[in-house]
């Protein structure tokens, strides 16, 4: 009560502060998962969330979810709200945020309408990037944690701390279906053995990952551990601006404001006109990006890499970059093996010692299967570079997701059928309260 009282007194102290008579009140719309974390989350939502937003004097809207999928088709429809806030775990940001980007409205509607999070999740470290959790729970008791991290992400939207992050596109090359992402896509050994660590509550928060990691690799071979279908991975190195991708970096000048639309008075014009909502400073570019040669930019390599066992594509939210990580068979310890996949599952951010890490920009994976009489194995010299990897190549040909069994991608911890995909870095792309 007493950590709650502080909030809530900062939160009265902005809801104290003076409107401009011809100004609306804030409004949100809240998107509210009921069933997640255990159907706490609308108990949660009642005695830590709301209360702030109502001190801060803000109108809220909240609309609760009934099924799988619905957030994603209520964000592809939302109007006439300043900001939305989305109270849930990983999968109902994932479908707000997927829903809102895939609008044919999206350029319009993204930078005028800001996305709170507020995670409410078993794993609320999945959210770590976008707010500092780990002092809460290496400080706290684990409720007063809890209780922190709601208070902290409430009051980012109360306080309008907007951040623009950076989003991770994932476009499925036979569905045609585009699903976005915030935190990471992985797939193999060690996201199956994570996902089942939650069976054994029994053990224990601490050692139930560790039972899974031990039981699934400890006792079986190297070969059997692999990811069962062979797969071509490649890439684009990152490019920080040169002649070929300038556009990207180019800054777009803001709306005019129409005079006639807008309200005023007889004595505004006496009153120095400023920058309203509508319009945003333009913020010139320092360097002529069309002046920088990069000869590597948007050309694809290959990775030869063999016997994978797991794969992870990870959205940096610093330097605007991927990380491709690949785990293989190789000479790799088991105990390494099990101490890395721990560290996945508790979300720890870390560099593998152990894994292949590269950096870039877009990245393609496709199933390939061996092929050494079919008269459709080749493939177009275009999508890789390096001579070696398209001599390998000839013998084996793109299969599609039907023909890959017992294989799935997790995206940002929810399951979704393996299949050919292309991955890109959306640079900030979103406007997240943080």
Not at 196 to 205: H, I, Q, R, V
Not at 213 to 232: A, H, M, Q, V, Y
Request: charged fraction near 25%; include cysteine; glycine fraction near 4%.
């Amino acid at each position: 009560n007493s950590l709650m009282k502080v909030y809530c007194e900062e939160a009265l102290k902005i809801g104290d502060q003076i409107l401009n008579p011809y100004s609306a009140s804030r409004h949100i719309t809240v998107i509210l998962n009921p069933v997640s974390k255990d159907k706490k989350c609308k108990y949660l939502f009642e005695h830590y969330v709301a209360p702030l937003l109502h001190c801060a004097g803000i109108k809220v809207s909240v609309v609760q979810t009934e099924s799988q999928g619905e957030a994603r088709g209520l964000m592809s429809v939302m109007a006439d709200t300043d900001a939305v806030v989305v109270v849930g775990g990983n999968g109902t940001v994932q479908d707000s945020i997927t829903g809102l980007l895939r609008r044919v409205d999206a350029d319009v509607v993204v930078p005028s309408m800001p996305i709170g999070i507020i995670p409410v999740t078993n794993h609320p470290l999945s959210f770590s990037q976008l707010f500092d959790l780990k002092q809460f729970f290496d400080k706290d008791k684990k409720r007063v944690a809890e209780v922190k991290m709601l208070a902290e992400a409430t009051m980012a939207v109360v306080r309008e701390t907007v951040k623009a992050i950076d989003v991770v596109k994932i476009e499925g090359k036979e569905m045609g279906t585009t699903v976005f992402a915030l935190n990471t896509i992985d797939f193999g050994l060690l996201s199956d053995l994570t996902k089942k660590a939650d069976k054994y509550w029994y053990y224990g928060s601490h050692l139930k990952p560790y039972y899974s990691l031990i039981r699934g690799t400890l006792f079986k071979s190297s070969s059997s551990l692999e990811i069962p279908e062979d797969i071509r991975i490649s890439y684009t190195e990152p490019c920080s601006g040169c002649c070929k991708c300038y556009k990207k970096y180019a800054v777009s000048k803001p709306a005019k404001v129409d005079d006639a639309n807008v309200s005023r008075r007889w004595w505004h014009s006496f009153i120095p006109r400023q920058l309203g909502s509508n319009t945003q400073p333009v913020l010139e570019p320092t360097v002529d990006y069309t002046k920088i040669v990069n000869e590597n930019c948007g050309v694809w390599k290959s990775l030869p890499e063999n016997h994978l066992l797991n794969v992870s594509v990870q959205n940096s939210f610093k330097n605007e970059k991927l990380k491709l990580v690949l785990h293989t068979a190789g000479d790799v310890k088991k105990s390494d093996l099990i101490e890395e996949g721990v560290k996945m599952y508790r979300k720890e951010n870390f560099t593998s010692n152990i894994a292949k890490n590269v950096e870039a920009e877009h990245i393609r994976i496709e199933f390939l299967r061996n092929d050494n009489q079919s008269e459709n194995s080749s493939i177009n010299a275009d999508e890789c570079v390096n001579k070696e990897s398209n001599e390998e190549s000839q013998e084996k040909e793109i299969i599609s997701s039907k023909n890959v069994p017992n294989l799935w991608f997790r995206i940002d911890n929810e399951d979704y059928e393996a299949q050919n995909v292309e991955i890109s870095l959306m640079p900030k792309k979103l406007r997240v309260y943080c």
